[in-house]
């Protein structure tokens, strides 16, 4: 026994001598959040308590980054456990078979686990060259200048990036989506021209202080082509310049979204429908010693109901912008069975649509307690034919985070809305009612 150890620990000894000495380096980063919710009288009707809901939602993410040789790297995000507490199947509170995650499995299985297993979610290589530096692979997609109409999506692409002085010029390509194995859609769909590609330009501008940029993309949209059913195709673009400065004690940014092109294009019958569709978003925030103090506004053309040659809708406030914990925030869409809503007229608050004033403010007591307070107002731009008010509403947000250590941190918050007429949706008798939420959450950055 003793020699058949030492053997083994010769060949080993061998092995490790002869095997190429390894320099990759790994640096791991990640997330880990745990939120506590309960949000009362989420329907917005008057005496109702059926619609008040107390739930938590949880996120696990690790980012792991390998450098393999100077100048090139390969970027991995897994996500593990991102769901509901006690969430255990695709049934979401609303017993529709989607699930209550953001991630969209094209399956329905019952009993099925919701995000019990890691997630590959982004997979890319990163490499310079003499003429350039390039991203390949499944990467961060739908992120632009400010957060504003931002949804942080992944997306397998092709970006080629050239630094040329203060500027950075980037070339993006995406694949939406790939028809040529698409079995789900029958096979005569593989015979026709309907993938959905994009493909953009994107030069940002660093001076003293802060950046610009100017995104210049192009859809070229062919899925709902179809030669059995019709179908079309839409060819469309965006045009998104944004700016980030610091003067002084004050920071500003600033977004400008345009929308437009073709929206339909039938291959025959059907009728063809233009886009045309505008966000803006500008926040000042002045910092004054532990004190902070500023204002956002946002904005997103809604559909006009009177215009049906015309979409209207596809811009909007994104779901990383959340500038209030119960108007216009994602996470309540996501993991609380949607916005406010209003029973029996069934309205609810959506980022498309809308203009939205925020007042904020903070105040570091100490260097690990901070105390938060906001007021917002909402209301929508385009009303649906028979609705006689288009205030959203008016929300008070207070909120305290104290850092237990520098990377893990603890927030309780509560917000009250004052709902607006809009919810009464067509219905002018019927009675809405106030709301309030209340919220407690830990956060471990690493």
């Known amino acids: 026994m003793k020699k058949l150890l030492v053997v083994l620990l010769s060949l080993g000894l061998i092995f490790a001598f002869s095997m190429t000495a390894s320099a990759v380096d790994v640096k791991f980063g990640g ?25 938590f939602y949880t996120r696990t993410r690790i980012q792991p980054v390998f450098t393999i040789a100077e100048g090139l790297t390969f970027t991995m995000r897994l ?56 991203q390949v692979g499944y990467q961060a997609a739908d992120e632009w200048g400010t957060a504003f109409s931002d949804s942080g999506t992944t997306r397998p692409r092709i970006v080629y990036l050239l630094p040329v002085g203060p500027v950075t010029i980037q070339a993006i390509y995406e694949k939406f989506y790939e028809s040529d194995t698409a079995v789900p859609y029958g096979a005569a769909k593989r015979h026709v021209d309907a993938d959905y590609d994009t493909y953009a330009l994107a030069p940002i501008f660093k001076f003293p202080g802060g950046n610009a940029g100017l995104l210049m993309k192009y859809y070229a949209n062919s899925s709902q082509r179809d030669p059995s059913l019709g179908g079309y195709k839409s060819n ?27 929206a339909a294009e039938f291959d025959t019958g059907g009728t ?24 956002q506004f946002g904005y997103a053309s809604g559909q006009d109901p009177d215009d049906e040659d015309v979409t209207q809708y596809p811009g909007g406030g994104g ?35 809308m203009m939205l004033v925020n007042a904020f403010g903070g105040f570091k007591v100490t260097p690990k307690f901070q105390i938060d307070a906001a007021v917002t107002w909402a209301k929508v731009n385009e009303k649906p034919h028979g609705y006689d008010d288009d205030v959203l509403g008016t929300e008070f947000d207070l909120s305290a ?10 927030m309780v918050g509560a917000g009250y809305l004052f709902v607006g007429d809009y919810f009464k949706g067509a219905n002018a008798h019927a009675e809405v009612d106030n709301d309030y939420l209340l919220i407690n959450k830990l956060t471990l950055n690493f």
């Open 31 to 55: 997330q880990y959040y745990l939120s506590g919710v309960y949000w009362a009288n989420s329907g917005a009707v008057k005496e109702d308590d059926h619609t008040s809901r107390a739930f």
């Open 79 to 134: 996500d593990a456990l991102e769901k509901q507490w006690g969430q255990t199947n695709f049934k979401n509170v609303n017993f529709s078979d989607e699930p209550l995650s953001r991630k969209q499995n094209p399956t329905y299985e019952p009993g099925r686990g919701v995000q019990e297993n890691v997630e590959f979610e982004r997979a890319y290589v990163t490499f310079k060259t003499a003429i350039g530096a390039f």
């Open 236 to 262: 469309t673009y965006l045009i998104a310049p944004y700016m980030k400065a610091t003067f002084g004690p004050v920071y500003v940014e600033a977004e400008l979204d345009y929308w437009g092109g073709k």
């Open 272 to 295: 063809d429908r233009d886009l045309n569709s505008y966000a803006g978003y500008v926040k000042a925030q002045g910092n004054f010693g532990p004190a902070f103090a500023g204002m």
């Open 319 to 353: 779901t990383s912008w959340n500038p209030a914990l119960i108007l216009m925030n994602d996470d309540l869409n996501t993991w609380g069975g949607g916005g406010v809503t209003s029973s029996p007229a069934g309205v609810t608050s959506k980022k498309y649509n």
């Open 401 to 410: 985070t104290y850092k237990i250590y520098d990377n893990l941190s603890y």
